[in-house]
């Protein structure tokens, strides 16, 4: 009698877990030493209309708690993304590694937004 594979046991799940988790790590702590790095009290936190070099109100600017949001962000998809796949492995494997390769891309699209913010610092 074959036993039926637990989420915990599958090897796939636990590699799309752990770099979903290293990634969200890597966010917190890029964001982290990019502060400590720059001493200032204003930063960039958006960038509209970017494409025109010449538009008015082209930088927004925002504080701190603006940036340590990214943090937040990549813990909170971190820990929705393993809520959500766990709870979805019993009735669709695959939902399941979805989930987590959108964890996945949705880390990576913080890594980029944050570090392209701290760019035009």
């Known amino acids: 009698m074959a036993k039926t594979k637990t989420y915990f046991r599958d090897h796939y799940i636990l590699i799309l877990l752990t770099i979903n988790f290293f990634l969200s ?16 009290s204003n930063y960039i936190v958006q960038c509209r209309n970017c494409s025109d070099p010449n538009a008015l109100n082209r930088f927004i600017n925002g504080n701190i708690v603006d940036l ?26 695959n939902l399941s590694i979805v989930i987590l390769y959108l964890g996945i891309l949705l880390e990576i699209f913080g890594l980029i937004v944050s570090n392209s913010l701290f760019v035009l610092r």
């Open 25 to 40: 790590i890597a966010l917190i702590i890029f964001i982290i030493l990019r502060l400590i790095d720059i001493h200032s």
């Open 68 to 93: 340590i949001s990214f943090s937040v962000f990549g813990i909170l998809v971190f820990v929705i993304n393993f809520v959500l796949s766990y709870k979805t492995y019993k009735l669709n494997h």
